[in-house]
């Protein structure tokens, strides 16, 4: 009964450093979501993909990249890390979008230094 | 420009205390407005959806209303663990695929003391 699996759970960066974000779901789920959680501030939604093989950008794409390559997995891959980037990162799923149905990750905590 | 401001951004209770969290919200396009607990270094857990004005949803101590421009989180005789962060989301055409996207309050940080 896991549901919506993120690792690591914390990592330290450099700035320039490379890094991959992963998420697993295993509820079959086609919508997968990515959110960033700022201190004091809301979620923002990064990507978002409605099946495999479709992925598009949400409202603060810069700096990610994803990819959807099987309905299980949805990485989200950081290049050249910047301290803009320190946030605590969660992954979302769901079988009909955002909303009532969706489940979270427990969350990555990421520091740029 | 569409926003969600929850307000208090803290809130201190004593056990039995009730009270309540609102949720402001300018959106065009509401799909449905939503309420998330948030547990220390826990990802946002569902609570309640409402869709239009005048409805109402429960939980146990929890009871969450709407109006056309803001929403209500009544916590009636809370106890300790009812501590968390309580976030607002709406819903509105946009991000997201054909559901739309969710944007969400900063949240009320509420604290619960026995």
């Known amino acids: 009964n896991a549901g919506v699996t993120q690792t690591p759970k914390f990592r330290i960066l450099k700035i320039g450093q490379s890094m991959t974000l992963q998420c697993t779901q295993d509820m079959n789920h086609n919508y997968m979501y990515w959110y960033r959680q700022d201190p004091g501030m809301g979620l923002k939604l990064i990507y978002y993909s409605v099946g495999a093989g479709i992925t598009d950008k949400g409202e603060v794409p810069n700096g990610y990249n994803v990819s959807r390559s099987t309905t299980e997995d949805f990485p989200l891959r950081l290049e050249l890390a910047a301290p803009s980037q320190t946030s605590v990162y969660f992954c979302?799923?769901?079988?009909?979008?955002?909303?009532?149905?969706?489940?979270f990750g427990q969350g990555t905590r990421l520091t740029v230094v | 420009e569409d926003q969600v401001t929850q307000s208090p951004e803290a809130l201190r209770l004593q056990e039995g205390e009730s009270s309540s969290l609102n949720c402001s919200y300018t959106v065009s396009g509401l799909r449905g407005l939503f309420w998330y607990r948030q547990d220390p270094g826990k990802g946002p857990e569902f609570l309640f959806t409402?869709?239009?004005a005048g409805e109402e949803k429960e939980k146990e101590r929890l009871k969450a209303t709407l109006t056309k421009k803001e929403s209500f989180l009544h916590i009636t005789a809370p106890k300790p663990e009812d501590s968390a962060t309580y976030l607002c989301a709406v819903q509105r055409p946009g991000y997201g695929g054909s559901q739309g996207n969710l944007i969400f309050g900063k949240g009320t940080k509420l604290s619960v003391k026995p």
């Open positions: 409402l869709y239009s």
């Open positions: 979302a799923s769901s079988s009909t979008g955002m909303g009532p149905e969706a489940f």
